[in-house]
């Protein structure tokens, strides 16, 4: 006879090794973690090669005199440019370094009262020696070394043959203009730093100024700037050529 209804079938046995209906096996953490261990491990080896590149930039920067600049060109030998370039910017934000300008840097000057920061003429002569610019005083500067003015700068600016930009030192802000080619002639002689103080006086100014100079000026600088007006806007050229002719 089949079976009667209502009837529970018995069940047959679970086949050797069938896991349990209803039932989980607990999951094992052990590979978790490994991978906590492994990820903190790599973490403070990425630290303590990060301790490690900011002290042999040190090393490398105490071999330089105080006030010297710091190149990350001059110093991928101890790694990579991404990991030179967060090192020196930690650096920096500890103020170990000052930054003068994208990827250049200057060591604090040490004296018995302190570290200070550099004069702004040694952080202006490294920005131009690492970046290849023409960095020179402005004309209203010039002038007033030359005794054409009595007015004295307030404001640090200096001339550059590179983008126009502000750089920060310490608390004290120097501007960088662009200037003219004709304005950066003979840049770091003496004669460069008449031609930008004429400049700066203009075309109403230039003759008589120039009558005041060359007295001052001896025969081979002024023939010096004689000539260089092949350069120079007409107007200065005119009254360089007459002050040499009459």
Not at 207 to 212: D, G, R, V
Request: net charge positive.
């Amino acid at each position: 006879m089949g079976a009667l209804r209502g009837t529970p079938r018995r069940r047959g046995r679970a086949r050797p090794g069938a896991r349990p209906q209803g039932k989980s096996f607990p999951k094992s953490s052990f590979v978790p973690v490994l991978l906590v261990g492994c990820q903190k491990s790599e973490h403070n080896s990425a630290r303590s090669g990060d301790v490690r590149l900011t002290e042999q930039i040190m090393a490398v920067a105490a071999e330089h005199p105080d006030g010297a600049p710091l190149s990350a060109k001059t110093l991928l030998h101890l790694g990579n440019r991404a990991a030179v370039d967060q090192a020196l910017s930690r650096l920096a934000q500890r103020q170990q370094l000052l930054r003068v300008g994208r990827g250049v840097y200057l060591r604090p000057v040490t004296t018995r009262f302190g570290a200070r920061t550099p004069s702004v003429e040694q952080a202006i002569a490294a920005l131009a020696t690492q970046r290849g610019e023409i960095i020179v005083s402005t004309g209203a500067a010039a002038a007033n070394a030359l005794g054409l003015t009595t007015q004295v700068p307030v404001r640090s600016v200096y001339l550059t043959s590179g983008r126009s930009r502000q750089i920060q030192l310490g608390a004290q802000i120097v501007e960088l203009r662009r200037a003219p080619r004709w304005q950066l002639v003979l840049a770091n002689r003496p004669v460069g730093e008449v031609v930008r103080a004429l400049a700066w006086l203009g075309p109403e100014k230039a003759e008589t100024a120039l009558k005041t100079l060359k007295p001052k000026m001896s025969p081979d600088a002024f023939g010096e700037l004689v000539a260089a007006t092949q350069q120079l806007p007409t107007w200065l050229a005119q009254a360089i050529g007459k002050t040499a002719y009459s």
